[in-house]
């Protein structure tokens, strides 16, 4: 193998890590924010009343800011139980800015390893 096809394989390599990286952290901030708005929906289909400062702006913020206010972390419920109101609790958003961006991460290397991996497979198929 020559210095030139050692350095067009390696340059392909990148060229197609950079790509499915990319791609992957794409997917990922797509899907983040859409199984967000799942999760802000599924608490009004249960037997609870929520407090008006259940926001989905809050839940937003809270994922994606560092600079997230106390009072935007959290949000009043009162559960139902049997037909009658109980205590009313104080509530978190299960949502942090590290675990968002931690996963979009992830999702980018995933998607590069992925990519490298089937680019490089293809190569040695097209070898054979």
């Known amino acids: 193998m020559t210095m030139k096809e050692k350095f067009n394989r390696g340059a392909t390599m990148i060229k197609n ?3 499915g990286a990319v791609k992957g952290a794409f997917v990922v901030a797509v899907a983040v924010p ?6 802000h929906i599924a608490p009004t289909f249960g037997d609870v009343n929520l407090g ?10 809270t994922a994606y800011s560092f600079n997230t206010p106390g009072e935007h972390k959290y949000y009043h419920a009162t559960p139902v139980v049997n037909g009658y109101n109980t205590e ?12 968002t961006y931690g996963v979009i ?11 490298v991996a089937f680019a490089e497979e293809k190569r040695k198929q097209n070898q054979r």
Request: glycine content about 12%; charged content about 15%; proline content about 2%.
């Open 17 to 19: 890590g950079v790509t």
């Open 34 to 39: 859409t199984l967000g708005l799942l999760a």
């Open 52 to 61: 008006n400062d259940y926001s989905l702006k809050n839940r937003f913020e």
């Open 88 to 99: 009313t609790t104080k509530e978190r958003y299960m949502a942090s800015p590290y675990a």
């Open 105 to 115: 991460a992830l999702g980018a290397m995933a998607g590069a390893a992925g990519a």
